[in-house]
């Protein structure tokens, strides 16, 4: 089963994925899809409030984050890793539960990546916004770093983040049934 759509003008087919006996997702990837990518950075980029950096979770938002920035002029933007690496230099953390990934996750932002934020404009940035779970630990980690943030997006909203006033996305992605039926 599938869903076709249309997003930033690029038509795909998005594979359902059950996440239990009765409720299906949309499975959308950028990953290894450049036009859709662009496309979707451009978009965004549109809609954006003014900001000074942007920020996205590990990892699918990192393609579109990548080409936000550099279509804006090759400007830094900052990753909240999903686990601390050797060469930060402290972190700030958040914790998350998706409903794509099993179990409690933890984000992570290094303190120089936080200093960097503190008292500038953050715009946090997303691939699909579901739950706001992975939202809710990026807006955690902007506010302890001492960052404004001045809006979210993400290419999709899906199910009830479609009726959230405090998102700016693309498109809306329903949820389904197991016969693939939207709901």
Known sequence: MEYKMTIAGCERALPLCP?????YIGAFVIFGDPELTTACAKALLEKAPEYDYLITAESKGIPLVH???????NQKYFLARKKPKLYMTGVFEATV???T???EQKLYLDTADAEM????KILIVDDVISTGE???AL?????KAGGEIVGKMAILAEGDATERDDLIYLEP???????????
């Open 19 to 23: 996440l239990n006996e009765n409720l």
């Open 67 to 73: 080409e936000m920035a550099r279509l804006a002029g």
């Open 97 to 99: 539960r998706s409903i």
């Open 101 to 103: 990934t099993e179990g």
């Open 117 to 120: 934020m503190r008292g500038k």
């Open 134 to 136: 992975s939202l809710k």
């Open 139 to 143: 807006e955690a980690l902007v506010e």
């Open 173 to 183: 992605l329903p949820l389904f049934d197991k016969d693939g039926n939207a709901i």
